[in-house]
């Protein structure tokens, strides 16, 4: 890192933390008490803080990381400070674990950034600092900084052993993702997907090599026609059915695969992925969850995949194959037709935004979910073509971990979208400098008209007493 760029995250990294204190002061006077998901997370936290470690919530679905970690913290904290009483473990230092976080997945956000796209010497260290604050200001994520959610833990620790991964510390980072795992039980797809990564990377070596010695140029390792992602394919199963190639691979990612057979453990002695309630966390095969995440994506990464260009080279690219579109398309409809699913508390709870996207939107005919298609396919190319400056293989492995981790959920909650976009978005080109303010004032706009809606738009059913706010 030069030094002038060292200032310059060192100023941005202060002044972000500092904001976010002085927001988390104002969400801390105006909701004292435990909301929502705090109402199990909270006491549970509190719990282990006076020693009763054997004391469970049933309703909560997740391992006990947050807990173990928040007493890891608070506790030292206080016997340094000699705080007593009540402050220990209350709601504030309890949400206060989850501002470090904050800060800490700005931190691994730059570093992730500096380690992926540093061959590419045409981006400056303004645009690595600008892309990590817009990151690190991520709306679906940074609101959570400021309640006790499993959110920013599970982020900072998947993040950390995917940053591990990339520097082929790989102990480390099965390491890191079992504690991601103890935050949440679907991390696990993160610790797959690190391990791919290093597949991935061998693949291409290997593939390569291949080229080299048929010497067809026509073929490439990153894009093709049909025929070309045929022989890809058929390449990759030849690889990997080598017992040679598999000895090899095993001995590079025995970490991981140590770690995705105790899960594999943990849910046969658990008799399931979730830890709790799981009447209402049941799994289910809920395809268009794909469709769900592609726009979530498009719609907060409008600057890279909202543009003119894209729009035309997609018309083009619809013009050129146009049976190849019609037959995405005729899937698409049959899949929303006989696997779309409604959560109960989709259709119950008018405190998340997605009550009223499905309302506002999905619910207004029996159509419109069919008629979104297009703009699913659209948003599905220029998601893809984001994505080219990538090997094909290490596409292969995203887009199967992005179907691990979405389409089993029944719910649409954009929380469970964070990680999959982080990821994405680390991985695409830098936008110029004026398209990252956009999209750094857009977060911006988005995060203020969200704290102000929680903050001041407060409600109250008609059968409860409780203070009721907007949230995500």
């Known amino acids: 890192m030069e030094r002038y760029e060292a200032y310059g995250f060192s100023g941005a990294m202060s002044g972000a933390f500092l904001l976010s204190c002085l927001l988390f002061a104002a969400v801390s006077r105006r909701q004292r008490g435990p909301y929502m998901d705090e109402v199990f997370h909270v006491p549970q936290a509190q719990a282990y803080c006076h020693g009763r470690f054997l004391q469970w919530d049933p309703m909560i679905t997740t391992l006990p990381g947050l807990y173990l970690l928040s007493v890891g913290v608070v506790k030292p904290a206080a016997w340094l400070l000699g705080w007593t009483g009540s402050v220990v473990c209350s709601v504030g230092m309890l949400r206060f674990i989850n501002l470090l976080f904050s800060a800490g997945n700005f931190y691994l956000l730059y570093l992730l950034l500096f380690k992926i796209h540093q061959k590419n010497k045409a981006v400056s260290g303004c645009q690595r600092i600008l892309s990590a604050l817009t990151l690190a200001a991520f709306p679906t994520l940074y609101f959570f900084t400021f309640l006790y959610y499993t959110d920013p833990g599970s982020v900072f620790f998947t993040l950390f052993s995917y940053l591990m991964c990339l520097y082929g510390n790989h102990k480390t980072s099965a390491l890191l993702g079992f504690c991601g795992f103890m935050f949440r039980q679907t991390n696990i797809v993160w610790t797959v997907f690190c391990a791919g990564n290093v597949v991935a ?50 001995a590079l990612t025995w970490p991981y695969i140590i770690l995705v057979c105790l899960f594999f453990v943990f849910v046969f002695i658990n008799g399931g992925i979730v830890v709790g309630d799981r009447s209402s966390h049941e799994a289910c095969l809920h395809l268009p969850q794909l469709f769900y995440f592609l726009s979530f994506t498009v719609f907060f990464s409008f600057p890279h995949l909202l543009t003119p260009t894209k729009i035309r080279k997609f018309l083009l690219s619809l013009k050129k194959h146009p049976v190849q579109y019609s037959l995405v398309t005729v899937i698409s409809l049959f899949l929303i037709w006989k696997f779309t699913y409604v959560h109960k508390y989709l259709l119950a709870d008018n405190r998340h935004y997605t009550f009223y996207v499905w309302r506002k939107v999905f619910q207004r005919h029996e159509l419109v979910k069919y008629l979104l298609v297009p703009f699913y396919l659209f948003a599905g190319w220029s998601f893809a073509d984001t994505l080219k400056s990538k090997s094909i293989f290490w596409i292969l492995m995203y887009f199967v971990c992005l179907l691990a981790v979405t389409v089993p959920q029944k719910l649409l909650e954009f929380r469970y ?35 102000y809606l929680f903050l001041n738009r407060t409600f109250q059913w008609e059968n409860s007493d409780e203070v009721q706010r907007f949230m995500w």
């Open 417 to 451: 979208f964070i990680l999959p976009f982080l990821i994405y978005r680390l991985n695409i080109p830098f936008l110029p400098l004026y398209r990252q303010l956009l999209e750094l004032a857009f977060y911006i706009l988005v995060n203020a008209v969200t704290f």
């Open 201 to 250: 990377e061998k693949l291409n070596e290997a593939w390569k090599i291949e080229l080299q010695k048929k010497k067809d140029e026509k073929i490439s390792s990153r894009k093709g026609s049909f025929s070309d992602l045929t022989r890809i394919l058929q390449f990759l199963v030849k690889y990997l059915l080598s017992p040679k190639n598999l000895v090899i691979l095993t």
